[in-house]
């Protein structure tokens, strides 16, 4: 009897010893696991960071490459550049408008002027004027880039392409070695703005101008990008952190941008290492110290609990900052605008009035091109002024008794001359059941009608600009029709942004600011509307927009 008690008792210790066991292996188990998947976790956030970081300078990266074009577009196409330094080459002239103009305004450290047989005939250093030879070794440098451009050019004046504009000119651009450094490089011929020039045969001359990649440059990219220690590696150094390659055209590796990427993965795991290591202690120490150590993790937890709640604040801080300076922002552009709006209007007035004295004929054209000018000023002037008090929730929309015939044919009405010295056909139809009388905001209706019109017009080269109206369950349904050049599906998305152009030319061959289609947008959208677009290259574009409308108080025939 006493033997089998004896026996139940150690089978019972054997028992507990091993339930002890397989309890501290569990835990063992599940505090490596735990420590394996913080690891895992914690690389793995690391790996994401340097990842978006990487794909955040390559973009950056070609930005810049990409910007380097229209700074140098923003001189080189020009009525004034191609007289001064095709028909004839004015040195003088090309200090201040290539050599200090591009250093100053753009951060260029070199340019050049490349003649029509490829020599040398301008150099500027830092935005100082140099001899050709001082640059020689730069302008070989190039040479492959200028070859590629004039291969370009020659494609070009053998096609049916315009003449004039950034459409007309050659652009290339990319990275080269020149002097032991690396060099973001782009070219583009001297092209006329307008057709008042008359072009010269043969090749024109080219721009070349670009910006070393150095220590001021690198500096740049840590301020814009909130990379830390960006530097050019040697070409044996070792690699530490994440790198760009940087490439010319072919393919050829230049050099290798490098940066300490930021990882946040490594300070948290290191933030943990202290508790996580208390802990394993108790836990080889004994049960109840284990237990002890728990209670300080969780402890641990609540206070980075609080510290995620006091950034959450902080966060919560900054964006009403950003919100009250978007608010300040919209302020100051309405009140400056206004400011500048009411002499403007009295310099217009005033030139009204003098057109209506003797004047002789090129007076009289000087003043046309100054209330010309000026009437495109106050038309900016009154978008910028819409847009900010649209951003300052400050614009009401007023709903009256309206004529949608008599509306929609002033609007086209406004345009017909326009239409007619293009040589192109602009009407509208209205619907029966869309004709009379409706309770919109006739100005903002008008506004709205206008730009969709003036847009279609000035981009439509042939062919028709139409405007329908008709009812639907949705309200009025509007549409403006042309049979334009299209816009390609990948810009349609960016169609509707402030200040966003097909391509940077427009602003130069057409006008404008690329704000007309944002303000429709808000409009519409402040009148309880939505626009939409569809348009496909070389088939013109669809605009539509709807509009909840009540019916007036007299509905008139159509």
Known sequence: MMRAMTNIAIKSRRELRLILVLGLAVLAIVLASALGAMTFAARAVDRAVAAEETSLMIRTLERRQAKLIEDIASASVWDDAYEKTVFGFDQAWADENYGVYYATYMSHDRTLAFGADGRVVYASDGGEGAGAATLSGFAADVAPLLAELRRDEARRAAGDGPHNGLQAASTVSGLITSGGDVWMVALATVTPETTKVALKRG????????????????????????????????????????????????????????????????????????????????????????????????????????????????????????????????????????????????????????????????????????????????????DVLDLAKMEAGKLEIQHDDLDLGAAVSGTCATFMALAHQKDLKLGFAIEPSAAGVWRLDGMRLNQVLANLISNAVKFTAKGHVSVRVWKSPRGLEFAVLDTGAGIPADRLKDLFGKFNQLDSSTTRQFGGTGLGLAICRDLIQLMGGEIAVESKPGEGSYFSFHLPAEPGAARIAA
């Open 203 to 382: 090749p024109s001359t080219v721009i070349a101008s670009g910006r070393r990649i150095d220590a001021g440059y690198l500096k740049t990219l840590e301020e814009d990008l909130g990379v830390a220690q960006p530097h050019l590696l040697k070409p044996r150094e070792a690699v530490q952190g994440v790198v760009v390659p940087l490439a010319d055209a072919s393919g050829r590796v230049l050099g290798r941008l490098g940066w300490a990427p930021r990882q946040p993965g490594a300070g948290i795991l290191g933030d943990a290492a202290v508790p996580f290591l208390l802990i394993l202690a108790a836990f080889l120490v004994a049960t109840g110290a284990l237990v002890r150590r728990v209670t300080k993790a969780l402890g641990s937890l609540a206070a980075n609990d609080a510290k995620l709640e006091s950034a959450l604040d902080d966060l919560t801080e900054a964006r009403d900052r950003a919100e009250a300076a978007s608010v300040a922002k919209s302020q100051f552009l309405a009140n400056i605008s206004h400011e500048i709006r009411t002499p403007l209007n009295g310099v217009l007035g005033m030139a009204q009035i003098m057109e209506r004295g003797e004047l002789a004929p090129v007076q009289r054209s000087h003043l046309a091109i100054i209330r010309e000018s000026g009437a495109t000023l106050l038309t900016l002037l009154n």
